[in-house]
């Protein structure tokens, strides 16, 4: 019921009060739209991380604000920092509506095991999650293979036919992580599909689909610093 109000209230902030843009998105759009419709099974969006809003982009990058106003359940579930985002009431409330689930990082396996069953839930149900497999910002600027997280390879691995949407999206003024972009910023993003699949068991296999995932994010890196020489 709130999604008419803070959907296009946000990206018009993003727009018109920060000054930023999408190149790119058109292509990416279209794709998203298409994987949408073919309900192919769970669909989970992992992206790059290097601000405290990536999330935001991501989700404005992959369709406008009216077309998530018509196809809810296609605006990704996203995971915050607890402690960035649930300091007062008013921000708890915020990120309740704005389809988040927050997590502690470096919590208790069973508050991640809890986190994570929440969100097969909800890809189960239809619903597009977003989650950033390294875990965190990155500190170097760049894409980490070495930091993939375990925790989205468990994901993957507990919903068969779960196919990874890659986005690869960052700010031609941004060298390194930091909260915010700069303002006026113009963006740039890169998108790939993979099913990923391991023959290893337990925590391995874990481990396995998140490189695998990172490691096409890596590949997307590449290509991204290559278009921009």
Known sequence: MSAPLWIPLTVGLMRFGLGWQIEGSEAVR?????????????????????????????AWALASPWWYLAHHSALPWN????????????????????KCVPITRGSERQEVASV???LGYLLSRGEAVLIF????????????????????????????GCRVLCVYLRGERQA???????????????????????ELQGLRASLDLAQQIVRRLVDLERRHFDGRQ
Do not use: K, W
Request: overall charge neutral; aromatic content about 4%.
């Open 30 to 58: 279209s794709l998203y739209r298409e994987m949408r419709r073919g309900h192919g099974g769970p669909l989970l969006v992992c992206a790059n991380h290097l601000t405290l809003i990536d999330s935001a982009l991501v």
């Open 79 to 98: 995971v915050p920092e607890t402690q960035n985002f649930t300091a007062s009431l008013p921000s708890r409330i915020l990120i309740s509506l704005m």
């Open 116 to 118: 994570l069953a929440r």
């Open 133 to 160: 497999p390294e875990g965190g910002r990155s500190r170097s600027g760049r894409v980490e293979l070495e930091s993939a997280a375990y925790g989205v390879g468990r994901l993957v691995a507990a919903l068969p």
């Open 176 to 198: 390194t992580f930091s909260d915010l972009p700069a303002r006026g910023e113009r963006f740039h993003v890169l998108v790939d599909v993979l099913e990923p699949t391991s």
